[in-house]
C-alpha cells in the first residue's frame, strides 16, 4: 500500500498502471518521455528534489461497478456497501438523520459502487433513477459520497462521469435522440462546509429556483441536459 512521503526529502514513487483513463480523469502525464516509458508496464520514478503534494497523489487501483438490478441474487450485499458508505459520510461525518438516508428510490435505483483494488474496499458511491412527470422525464441524480481520505484523488469527478455514461445510454435506448435531463440536489454553502454547488458546475449543471431544505440543511436544484448528439 502507498503512504505519504516526505516532500522535503528525496522522494520514490512507484506508478502503477491499471489501465484507467487518466486523461478524462483530468490526469495529465508527467512528460511524453514518461508516457512511451511507462506504457503497460510499473515503473520506478525518483525525484531527487522537493516535489509538489500533487505529485504524491498517484491514484490507486480501484473500480466502479453497476449493483445489478433488483432481480439479481448479487444485488443486496452490493448495495449494502453503497449504503454504508452513505452513512459513513452523510450521517456519522455530516450529522444528517439516520432515518431519512434509505429511502423509497433505493430498492429500484441504479447505483454504483466504487472500490479499491485488490481489497474491494468500498470508498464511494451514487445512484441514478428515472423521474415521469406531467409528460415529461428526467433523471436524477443523488447520494453522490467518497470516504473523507479519499477525496483528494477526485474520485466524484469519476462518478458522476460513470453516471452521465448509463444515463444517455439509457435516454438513447428509451428513444429519445436530442438531449436528456438530470436534476440532482447539491449541499448549499454552510457554516462547515463549502457545499457543491461548483462542483456540479463543472459538468453543466446550472442553479434553478432558489434554495430550499431538505433534511434540515440548504440545497440548491441544480439542472444539467447532456446533448445526445454527440
Same mark, same amino acid.
Given at each position: 500500500?502507498?503512504?505519504?512521503?516526505?516532500?522535503?526529502?528525496?522522494?520514490?514513487?512507484?506508478?502503477?498502471?491499471?489501465?484507467?483513463?487518466?486523461?478524462?480523469?483530468?490526469?495529465?502525464?508527467?512528460?511524453?518521455?514518461?508516457?512511451?516509458?511507462?506504457?503497460?508496464?510499473?515503473?520506478?520514478?525518483?525525484?531527487?528534489?522537493?516535489?509538489?503534494?500533487?505529485?504524491?497523489?498517484?491514484?490507486?487501483?480501484?473500480?466502479?461497478?453497476?449493483?445489478?438490478?433488483?432481480?439479481?441474487?448479487?444485488?443486496?450485499?452490493?448495495?449494502?456497501?453503497?449504503?454504508?458508505?452513505?452513512?459513513?459520510?452523510?450521517?456519522?461525518?455530516?450529522?444528517?438523520?439516520?432515518?431519512?438516508?434509505?429511502?423509497?428510490?433505493?430498492?429500484?435505483?441504479?447505483?454504483?459502487?466504487?472500490?479499491?483494488?485488490?481489497?474491494?474496499?468500498?470508498?464511494?458511491?451514487?445512484?441514478?433513477?428515472?423521474?415521469?412527470?406531467?409528460?415529461?422525464? =428526467?433523471?436524477?441524480?443523488?447520494? #453522490?459520497?467518497?470516504?473523507?481520505?479519499?477525496? !483528494?484523488? &477526485?474520485?466524484?469527478?469519476? %462518478?458522476? /462521469?460513470?453516471?452521465?455514461?448509463?444515463?444517455?445510454?439509457?435516454?438513447?435506448?428509451?428513444?429519445?435522440?436530442?438531449?436528456?435531463?438530470?436534476?440532482?440536489?447539491?449541499?448549499?454553502?454552510?457554516?462547515?462546509?463549502?457545499?457543491?454547488?461548483?462542483?456540479?458546475?463543472?459538468?453543466? =449543471?446550472?442553479?434553478?429556483?432558489? #434554495?430550499?431544505?431538505?433534511?434540515?440543511?440548504? !440545497?440548491? &436544484?441544480?439542472?444539467?441536459? %447532456?446533448? /445526445?448528439?454527440?
Amino acid at each position: 500500500m502507498l503512504t505519504p512521503c516526505d516532500t522535503r526529502a528525496s522522494i520514490n514513487v512507484i506508478l502503477v498502471l491499471s489501465g484507467f483513463n487518466t486523461k478524462r480523469a483530468g490526469y495529465k502525464p508527467i512528460s511524453d518521455h514518461l508516457r512511451k516509458t511507462a506504457h503497460h508496464s510499473s515503473v520506478y520514478l525518483s525525484f531527487p528534489t522537493m516535489v509538489d503534494d500533487a505529485a504524491l497523489r498517484v491514484l490507486p487501483a480501484h473500480e466502479i461497478i453497476i449493483v445489478p438490478p433488483p432481480e439479481h441474487e448479487g444485488r443486496h450485499a452490493l448495495l449494502q456497501q453503497c449504503i454504508q458508505v452513505r452513512i459513513a459520510v452523510f450521517v456519522t461525518e455530516q450529522g444528517f438523520p439516520l432515518d431519512v438516508e434509505v429511502d423509497e428510490y433505493d430498492p429500484t435505483a441504479t447505483h454504483w459502487l466504487l472500490r479499491l483494488l485488490p481489497s474491494l474496499k468500498p470508498i464511494g458511491t451514487i445512484r441514478a433513477h428515472k423521474v415521469e412527470s406531467a409528460g415529461s422525464s =428526467y433523471y436524477k441524480l443523488a447520494r #453522490l459520497v467518497v470516504l473523507k481520505e479519499y477525496r !483528494h484523488y &477526485k474520485f466524484g469527478r469519476n %462518478l458522476v /462521469l460513470t453516471l452521465h455514461d448509463w444515463v444517455k445510454d439509457h435516454a438513447r435506448n428509451s428513444g429519445v435522440t436530442d438531449f436528456v435531463k438530470i436534476v440532482c440536489h447539491s449541499q448549499a454553502v454552510r457554516a462547515d462546509s463549502a457545499g457543491v454547488v461548483a462542483f456540479y458546475r463543472k459538468f453543466g =449543471y446550472e442553479e434553478e429556483g432558489d #434554495l430550499f431544505d431538505e433534511d434540515g440543511e440548504p !440545497h440548491q &436544484k441544480m439542472v444539467a441536459r %447532456l446533448s /445526445l448528439e454527440e
